[in-house]
């Protein structure tokens, strides 16, 4: 019998004596005429995306690959073809909103599930799987009543019932926070009391994606990934004029008449 000769580890595509060549395997040769094949390895890779874009948030992932990544940034192992999966722990504020991967198409395709990405590796196939996290993010309502005083302004809207007022005792505040909110159009409704008029609502939305409707008191706050946006209701009260008619030196009824611009 000849020697055994052994060529392992080899590139996808290998050239071998006698012009033989084979793609997407290794190459064993035991003897004259006799052949084994073994698959070459794969890759798996997983990528890290966050929304907004640029979030400096670490994630921490377990399983065949153990990495921390930050947005943009991937991780990779090189693998014998089988199942492998993934896990992502996702922290506080974050939404895990979608695990894909690349190989769709495959004869064998990867699966995702919840925080995990189950990989399918053929012999020479490299799969990725991207995890798109969304950050939470917060609302405030402030009251700004002019002149401060103990008056109470309600509200209610998609944030639920709510009152706010502008004066020092303590029973209610002038502001409220209402934190951890997923992406979504909020709609703050303000009921107006007796003897106050609403005169501005301002909101510091970067995108200005939010609208204010003054005359009904509203304002639809559209949150975007991880923004913090305030907003504030500026009530001014209404004023009250007391006209009085003193007559001196004249017991005879007599009536007096004033003209006005209210």
């Not at 793609?23 to 929304?51: F, M, R, V, W």
């Not at 198409?105 to 490299?126: R, W, Y």
């Not at 004029?241 to 007559?247: G, H, S």
Request: charged share 20%.
């Amino acid at each position: 019998s000849g020697d055994i000769g052994i060529d392992a580890d080899l590139d996808a595509s290998t050239s071998y004596a006698g012009g033989e060549s084979h793609t997407g395997t290794t190459h064993s040769t035991l003897n004259a005429g006799t052949n084994i094949e073994t698959p070459l390895k794969g890759k798996i890779i997983i990528e890290k995306q966050t929304l907004p874009d640029g979030s400096p948030q670490s994630f921490s992932f377990t399983g065949e690959i153990v990495a921390s990544l930050t947005d943009g940034q991937t991780s990779d192992k090189v693998v014998d073809p089988g199942t492998y999966t993934v896990t992502e722990t996702v922290p506080g504020g974050w939404d895990l909103i979608s695990i894909v991967c690349n190989d769709g198409q495959s004869g064998v395709p990867s699966t995702v599930s919840s925080d995990t990405a189950t990989f399918k590796v053929e012999s020479n196939e490299t799969v990725t799987c991207v995890f798109t996290n969304r950050q939470r993010g917060s609302i405030t309502i402030v009251k700004d009543a002019v002149p401060d005083g103990e008056q109470d302004f309600s509200f209610s809207g998609e944030l639920g019932p709510f009152s706010l007022d502008n004066d020092a005792d303590g029973t209610l505040p002038n502001s409220t926070p209402f934190n951890n909110l997923v992406t979504d159009t909020y709609t703050v409704t303000e009921s107006e009391p007796s003897g106050w008029d609403l005169t501005n609502i301002s909101c510091n939305d970067a995108d200005q994606g939010t609208t204010v409707d003054l005359s009904n008191g509203e304002v639809d706050i559209d949150l975007d990934p991880g923004q913090n946006i305030t907003c504030t209701f500026t009530n001014t009260q209404r004023a009250h004029i007391i006209i009085v008619k003193d007559v001196i030196g004249n017991p005879d009824p007599q009536d007096f008449t004033f003209n006005n611009n209210f």
